[in-house]
């Protein structure tokens, strides 16, 4: 039987990043966030030296400096192994941006064939559109824009709400076949 989303916990893994830079070619991940299973974790993440390190802007991490990062973060392979113990029951995991997230995933060396835009899920006309919302409930609920923490459990909160009465099994379709809901298979 179909039945709809009944809780925030019924969603699939929604996973996201802070990146190094405002501009798309030149960024490396600096945190990722993800909401399982109703939970929000994050992880802040050690550069690698091959991560054209160069390109960092400290006004995409608060004035962070880049050395904050490689004393607190933890290597890419424990932050591999902490995703996918989190999101190891999942068929798919979810991203929020189609220009950093997919590359970020490969720079943890994370699997990237069960990975899917979340607007294939969505039914927000576009991202632009799902950004406002984003900015509109994290100062609603006196969050942090930058904590990716808190802005992935926002993330997930508007997905529920965007989703909660349509079903599972058709969402989880819709990925299989790589269509964004509403677009004819082909």
């Not at 909401?35 to 992880?43: I, K, L, Q």
């Not at 029951?89 to 699997?111: A, Q, T, V």
Request: charged share 25%; with cysteine; glycine share 4%.
């Amino acid at each position: 039987m179909k039945t709809p989303f009944e809780t925030i916990k019924d969603l699939p893994p929604i996973i996201i990043f802070t990146n190094s830079n405002y501009e798309l070619g030149i960024s490396f991940p600096l945190e990722i966030g993800i909401f399982v299973n109703g939970e929000a974790t994050s992880f802040i993440i050690r550069p690698q030296l091959s991560w054209l390190l160069g390109e960092y802007d400290d006004r995409a991490a608060q004035g962070k400096p880049l050395s904050y990062f490689f004393e607190n973060g933890l290597e890419p392979d424990q932050i591999k192994a902490a995703v996918e113990k989190l999101t190891a029951e999942s068929e798919f995991n979810f991203y929020l941006r189609e220009g950093y997230d997919p590359r970020f995933f490969h720079f943890l060396e994370l699997d990237e064939t069960n990975i899917r835009n979340i607007d294939h899920i969505d039914t927000f006309e576009n991202y632009d559109q799902r950004y406002d919302e984003i900015k509109r409930r994290v100062h609603a609920q006196n969050s942090n824009m930058y904590s990716i923490k808190d802005v992935v459990k926002v993330v997930a909160e508007q997905t529920f709400d965007n989703l909660k009465y349509q079903c599972m099994y058709d969402l989880l379709k819709a990925c299989r076949n790589e269509h964004p809901l509403g677009e004819e298979n082909v």
